[in-house]
C-alpha cells in the first residue's frame, strides 16, 4: 500500500517495479530527513524505508526451500520482493521487522543471498533502531531487541542488541551500551530446539525460539547449538556456533549477544 500510494512505478508482472518516482508527498517526507528531520515507521513502515530488493512477503521455511522470486504475491509463504526497493531512506542493508518475534532470521538471509546483500537488519516488536544518516550509526530503544546479520556465502554472523547498545552499520562493530554488564558463560548448552522459526503451520506457534536459543547457548559454556524445521520435506537445521569474538551481556533491557555464526543446511 505504501509502494500504491507514494509511489509511482513503471507497470510490472507481480507488481516486481524495478522503476519508481516519488509522489508530491513522498518528495516532502524526504525533505524532512535532508533538514536532519526524523522519520519513522512500524511494522510494513520499517520496511519501506530500505532500498533495493525489499521484502513483501514469505515464511522462512518456503522462502529457504525455494528461494526468493520478484513480486507481490497472494500466496503469503512465498519469499517476495521488490526489485526497486522502499523508499530508499535506509541504504545499509535489508530491513525486516517483526523480526524475532515470527522467526524472520531465515527468510531474510535467503534473501540476501539471492539478491546479493551483506547485511540485513531485523526489528523485533515495541523496539525500534535510532539510525544517525550523518554517522551511519544506529542505536537500539525499546523493549526487545534488534539483530544484525552479516550474510556470508555459507554462514552469517548474528550479533542480538537491546536497549542501548549501538552498531556501526557499515562494519558491523557492536558496542555494549553504558549499562551494559558482562555475563560470565557457564553451564550446558541447550537441548535442541523443535519449531526454531516459528512456523505459521504450528498448532501453537513459538515466539523468540531462535533468539531463545541463541542466548542459551551464549550464556552457556557450549560451543554450538542447533534447531530444527517444523516442516520435514525436507526438515532444515539451524547451527548456532560461537567463536573467538563472541560476547554477552546484560542490559536493562534484557541480554544481549555479538558474533554468533549461524548456519542452515538440510536434516
Given amino acids: 500500500d505504501y509502494v500504491r500510494t507514494l509511489m509511482r512505478c513503471r507497470p510490472a508482472a507481480?507488481?516486481?517495479?524495478?522503476?519508481?518516482?516519488?509522489?508530491?508527498?513522498?518528495?516532502?517526507?524526504?525533505?524532512v530527513l535532508r533538514a536532519d528531520g526524523v522519520v519513522a515507521g512500524v511494522s510494513a513502515g520499517t520496511t519501506i524505508q530500505q532500498g533495493a530488493d525489499m521484502v513483501t512477503g514469505g515464511e522462512s521455511y518456503e522462502g529457504w526451500r525455494d528461494g526468493a522470486a520478484p513480486g507481490y504475491f497472494e500466496d503469503v509463504t512465498r519469499l517476495g520482493y521488490l526489485p526497486h526497493g522502499g523508499f530508499g531512506f535506509f541504504r545499509q542493508g535489508l530491513l525486516d521487522s517483526h523480526f524475532g518475534t515470527w522467526g524472520r532470521q531465515a527468510r531474510m538471509i535467503r534473501l540476501a543471498r539471492d539478491t546479493g546483500h551483506?547485511?540485513?537488519?531485523g526489528v523485533d516488536e515495541t523496539t525500534a533502531l535510532v539510525v544517525d544518516r550523518a554517522t551511519g550509526t544506529g542505536e537500539v530503544i525499546g523493549r526487545n531487541g534488534v539483530?544484525?546479520?552479516?550474510?556470508g556465502p555459507v554462514a552469517s554472523s548474528w550479533s542480538y542488541l537491546t536497549r542501548g547498545d549501538r552498531v556501526d552499520l557499515v562494519d558491523g562493530a557492536v558496542t555494549a551500551a553504558a549499562d551494559a554488564v558482562d555475563?560470565?558463560?557457564?553451564?550446558?548448552?541447550?537441548?535442541?530446539?523443535a519449531d526454531v522459526w516459528d512456523s505459521v503451520a504450528a498448532d501453537a506457534p513459538g515466539v523468540y525460539s531462535l533468539v531463545d536459543q541463541a542466548i542459551a547457548l551464549a550464556?552457556?559454556?557450549?560451543?554450538?547449538?542447533?534447531?530444527?524445521?517444523?516442516?520435514?520435506?525436507?526438515?532444515?537445521v539451524t547451527t548456532l556456533t560461537t567463536g573467538p569474538?563472541?560476547?554477552?551481556?546484560?542490559?536493562?533491557?534484557?541480554?544481549?549477544?555479538?558474533?554468533?555464526?549461524?548456519?542452515?543446511?538440510?536434516e
Avoid: K
Avoid at 551483506?118 to 537488519?121: E, G, H, N, P
Avoid at 563472541?246 to 542452515?264: C, N, P
Fill in 219 to 236: 550464556t552457556s559454556a557450549a560451543t554450538t547449538a542447533t534447531g530444527t524445521t517444523l516442516e520435514a520435506d525436507p526438515r532444515f
Fill in 183 to 193: 555475563v560470565a558463560r557457564r553451564g550446558d548448552g541447550p537441548a535442541e530446539r
Fill in 147 to 151: 539483530s544484525v546479520l552479516r550474510v
Fill in 118 to 121: 551483506r547485511q540485513v537488519v
Fill in 245 to 266: 569474538t563472541t560476547a554477552v551481556w546484560r542490559t536493562g533491557a534484557g541480554v544481549s549477544f555479538a558474533h554468533l555464526d549461524l548456519t542452515i543446511a538440510p
Fill in 14 to 31: 507481480d507488481e516486481a517495479y524495478s522503476s519508481c518516482r516519488r509522489t508530491r508527498v513522498l518528495a516532502a517526507v524526504a525533505s
